[in-house]
Nanobody, 119 residues
Framework: QVQLVESGGGLVQPGGSLRLSCAAS????????EGWYRQAPGKQRELVAM???????KYADSVKGRFTISRDNAKNTVYLQMRSLKPGNTAVYYC?????????????WGQGTQVTVSS
């Protein structure tokens, strides 16, 4: 099993920045891809960004150039740096881990952290 704990969400004004963190524990050696999904009210959960153990990256088109995913292997933590935030980025952001691939969500989820972009 893998446990994921997110932190770093909150309220930010449009144009502002936030950094989300996802700390992994348990059988972390089994993780191939780790990253972030989000779910806005009334919408389906969608991919935001993923990073693999060999450094491959994947971003949603809507966040390219504004969001950056990175990892600190020593801390077993993945980060999502979000810049130039827009009200449309408001959602619950979930950390996800997949033992096999980066193209689809894996079976491990964090509890979610709320990001609200509003003036």
């Amino acid at each position: 099993q893998v446990q994921l704990v997110e932190s770093g969400g909150g309220l930010v004004q449009p144009g502002g920045s936030l950094r989300l963190s996802c700390a992994a524990s348990g059988k972390i050696f089994s993780i191939y891809a780790e990253g972030w999904y989000r779910q806005a009210p009334g919408k389906q959960r969608e991919l935001v960004a993923m990073i693999t153990s060999d450094g491959r990256l994947k971003y949603a088109d809507s966040v390219k150039g504004r969001f950056t995913i990175s990892r600190d292997n020593a801390k077993n933590t993945v980060y999502l740096q979000m810049r130039s935030l827009k009200p449309g980025n408001t959602a619950v952001y979930y950390c996800n881990a997949n033992p096999f691939a980066m193209a689809t969500a894996g079976p491990y989820w964090g509890q979610g952290t709320q990001v609200t972009v509003s003036s």
